[in-house]
């Protein structure tokens, strides 16, 4: 996890290479829970948290995680706030279209077998 987690933060460096990371924290508690935070040079930042839900067998189980980033761009600064967990990643911004009512439509896998 964690050097997925540096690999972003170089991916999103890279993107701009004058820029540099100025904060950079990361603890991991001993049930597996975790916060991580960074922000950069040119305006971007994120956290995160999670918790590790082990399964019943072997690389089973579940990370439920939670987070926002932010960034700038053309002077105006976006934030997109977000959860991760066994149903999806579901993002939610102000400049994001809001796609909560399409689970009600779409229904479960069941109800089109």
């Given at each position: 996890m964690k050097t997925f987690v540096l690999l972003c933060l170089v991916a999103l460096?890279?993107?701009?290479?004058?820029?540099?990371i100025v904060n950079y924290q990361y603890g991991i508690e001993?049930?597996?829970a975790y916060e991580a935070q960074y922000q950069t040079?040119?305006?971007i930042s994120?956290?995160?948290d999670g918790i590790s839900y082990p399964?019943?067998?072997?690389?089973?189980g579940n990370y439920v995680r939670?987070?926002?980033?932010?960034?700038e761009w053309e002077?105006?600064?976006?934030?997109?706030?977000w959860t991760a967990d066994e149903n999806?990643?579901?993002?939610?911004?102000?400049h994001l279209p809001d796609f909560s009512h399409t689970r009600e439509h779409i229904g479960s896998i069941d109800d089109h077998q």
């Open positions: 460096a890279a993107a701009d290479q004058s820029a540099r001993e049930d597996g040079t040119n305006g994120a956290k995160e399964g019943n067998v072997p690389e089973a939670s987070g926002s980033y932010s960034y002077g105006v600064t976006y934030t997109v706030n999806g990643f579901h993002p939610v911004g102000d």
